[in-house]
């Protein structure tokens, strides 16, 4: 009905012109609203820019290597078969490298790590009861267990192990004008805290705090300045370090 009524209103207007014109008969198409929505919503979509890494389950997970930065501050007592005793101070400031490796399910995080610095501490007890005692360090190193939680690119942690420092005792009588050295590698738990914050993808940078209890030694020298000392040393630790995290395998 709709084509017969096209039709007669194009030959009345054609007719007054003193033109006819031969109308043929068209098949309407159907276009379907949703079928253009869907043209023009899929021809919108850009392709993304590159992949995108999310900082979720297991991108913490993986090998890493670091360099460290530290300032350590240790503290050692001893006591004479005199009766005398006492304790002083030493620190240093160090630099060493650290290496280990971290799994991850879900926010868990857990791993081992290895670590090596310079110790050029150094501190002694200032000439008390007329001999200067004094330890200085030459270097240190720890075995540890690390576990965290992931908060995004943010991982707090707690950080466990054993550590090793090796370190020379010496006895100086001023009397006399005599010394005795004692060099040892002294061992002990170390234990601590940290933060660690992914900077990019395969960076990352972290604070830790960490103590050290080194344990006792035995240091006897009579032959040099007649004495002798048991003494403790401890050391705590606040470490910064940079650190590459390697990309994991992709899994098959």
Same mark, same amino acid.
């Given at each position: 009905? +709709?084509?017969?009524?096209?039709?007669? +209103?194009?030959?009345?207007?054609?007719?007054?012109?003193?033109?006819?014109?031969?109308?043929?008969?068209?098949?309407?198409?159907?276009?379907?609203?949703?079928?253009?929505?869907?043209?023009?919503?899929?021809?919108?979509?850009?392709?993304?820019?590159?992949?995108?890494?999310?900082?979720?389950?297991?991108?913490?997970?993986?090998?890493?290597?670091?360099?460290?930065?530290?300032? $350590?501050?240790?503290?050692?007592?001893?006591?004479?078969?005199?009766?005398?005793?006492?304790?002083?101070?030493?620190?240093?400031?160090?630099?060493?490298?650290?290496?280990?490796?971290?799994?991850?399910?879900?926010?868990?995080?857990?791993?081992?790590?290895?670590?090596?610095?310079?110790?050029?501490?150094?501190?002694?007890?200032?000439?008390?009861?007329?001999?200067?005692?004094?330890?200085?360090?030459?270097?240190?190193?720890?075995?540890?267990?690390?576990?965290?939680?992931?908060?995004?690119?943010?991982?707090?942690?707690?950080?466990?192990?054993?550590?090793?420092?090796?370190?020379?005792?010496?006895?100086?009588? $001023?009397? +006399?004008?005599?010394?005795?050295?004692?060099?040892?590698?002294?061992?002990?738990?170390?234990?601590?805290?940290?933060?660690?914050?992914?900077?990019?993808?395969?960076?990352?940078?972290?604070?830790?705090?960490?103590?050290?209890?080194?344990?006792?030694?035995?240091?006897?020298?009579?032959?040099?300045?007649?004495?002798?000392?048991?003494?403790?040393?401890?050391?705590?630790?606040?470490?910064?370090?940079?650190?590459?995290?390697?990309?994991?395998?992709?899994?098959?």
């Amino acid at each position: 009905m +709709l084509r017969a009524v096209l039709a007669l +209103l194009l030959a009345t207007a054609t007719a007054h012109a003193g033109q006819y014109w031969e109308v043929e008969e068209t098949t309407l198409v159907e276009v379907r609203p949703t079928q253009y929505q869907e043209d023009v919503y899929y021809g919108n979509i850009q392709p993304a820019a590159g992949p995108r890494v999310r900082w979720g389950n297991g991108q913490w997970q993986g090998l890493h290597v670091g360099i460290t930065v530290q300032r $350590d501050n240790g503290k050692t007592s001893y006591k004479s078969p005199y009766g005398t005793s006492d304790t002083f101070k030493d620190s240093g400031t160090n630099v060493g490298g650290q290496v280990g490796y971290t799994w991850q399910s879900g926010p868990l995080t857990y791993g081992v790590e290895g670590d090596y610095a310079t110790s050029n501490n150094k501190g002694d007890d200032n000439f008390a009861f007329g001999q200067q005692d004094k330890i200085k360090g030459k270097w240190q190193a720890s075995a540890r267990g690390r576990v965290g939680v992931a908060v995004g690119r943010v991982m707090p942690y707690a950080t466990a192990g054993w550590g090793w420092q090796n370190t020379t005792y010496t006895i100086y009588d $001023d009397i +006399l004008g005599t010394s005795a050295n004692h060099q040892e590698i002294l061992n002990g738990p170390t234990y601590g805290a940290g933060v660690e914050v992914a900077l990019t993808d395969r960076i990352t940078t972290r604070g830790e705090f960490r103590r050290t209890d080194y344990g006792s030694d035995q240091f006897d020298a009579y032959t040099s300045v007649a004495s002798a000392r048991e003494y403790e040393h401890n050391q705590d630790s606040f470490i910064w370090s940079l650190n590459y995290r390697f990309p994991e395998p992709p899994a098959r």
